[in-house]
Nanobody
Framework: VQLQACGGGLVQAGGSLRLSCAAS????????MGWFRQAPGKQRAFVAA????????YYVNSVKGRFTISRDNAKNMVYLQMDNLEPGDTAVYYC????????????????WGQGTQVTVSS
């Protein structure tokens, strides 16, 4: 297993959750890391990504100002801090790594974690 995501759960609207993703060294090495999500009946959608150095971050507009992606290269970990959660954030969240080109297209990512469920109640 190369990516292990955890931290999902049930939270009320306005609450917070922190997702964590543990990556194997091979997966993590020099890789852009990111998060996608898939709501029921919908396609997987880009949420956030971060460069190897952490200097560049990317977010879908709907989570800007509420979600923060970060990484700890010493621990091979990537995090997604989710604040002010909304019912529309309800989805299975997937940790991803190593896109072949760009960061927004799910088909370019070589590695996917198993997903963690986030449910936001109104």
């Amino acid at each position: 297993v190369q990516l292990q995501a955890c931290g999902g759960g049930l939270v009320q609207a306005g609450g917070s959750l922190r997702l964590s993703c543990a990556a194997s060294v091979r997966t993590f090495s020099s890789s852009i890391m990111g998060w996608f999500r898939q709501a029921p009946g919908k396609q997987r959608a880009f949420v956030a990504a971060i460069s190897w150095s952490g200097e560049r971050t990317y977010y879908v507009n709907s989570v800007k100002g509420r979600f923060t992606i970060s990484r700890d290269n010493a621990k091979n970990m990537v995090y997604l801090q989710m604040d002010n959660l909304e019912p529309g954030d309800t989805a299975v969240y997937y940790c991803v790594a190593d896109p072949s080109s760009g960061v927004y297209n799910p088909t370019t990512y070589r590695y996917w974690g198993q997903g963690t469920q986030v449910t936001v109640s109104s």
